[in-house]
């Protein structure tokens, strides 16, 4: 079991950055693959980032690519969301989440298992 906790979030202007973190309790956080996703009014909640328990592989959907990194901090418990050249429509609630790894890096949010509150973000004109 992981409690999740995001942080983060705020308003920016176009082309400015924001960092988010996500703070994970409980055991065996190192065997988890972690992601990043969103969601908008009326929208389904989509993936945009994802990183596997060791860190060293990762998968950016396309509009974050260039523009969004995703690390993880195993010995603090943490992953973070880093996103620079923000636009509007990046305007969303973000999601963290989790889900035990099966050595491949998981994608589909179906088989995320733990979610944190969301945190949002707001990017101005």
């Known amino acids: 079991q992981l409690q999740l906790v995001e942080s983060g979030g705020g308003t920016a202007q176009t082309g400015g950055s924001l960092r988010l973190s996500c703070v994970a309790s409980g055991r065996d956080f190192k065997m ?3 992601a ?3 969601q908008t009014p009326g929208k389904e909640r ?3 980032a994802a990183i596997a328990w ?3 592989d990762t998968h950016y959907a396309d509009a974050a690519e260039g523009r969004f990194t ?3 901090d195993n010995k603090k418990n943490t992953q973070y969301h880093q996103m620079n050249g923000l636009k509007p429509k ?3 609630i973000y999601y963290c989440a989790a889900t035990w790894t099966t050595g491949n890096l998981t994608l589909a949010l179906s088989r995320y298992s733990f979610w944190g509150q969301g ?4 990017v101005s004109t």
């Open 54 to 56: 060791s860190g060293y």
């Open 32 to 34: 988890y693959d972690m």
């Open 46 to 48: 989509e993936l945009v």
């Open 119 to 122: 945190t949002e973000v707001t």
């Open 90 to 92: 990046d305007t969303a």
């Open 36 to 38: 990043w996703f969103r």
């Open 70 to 72: 995703v690390s993880r």
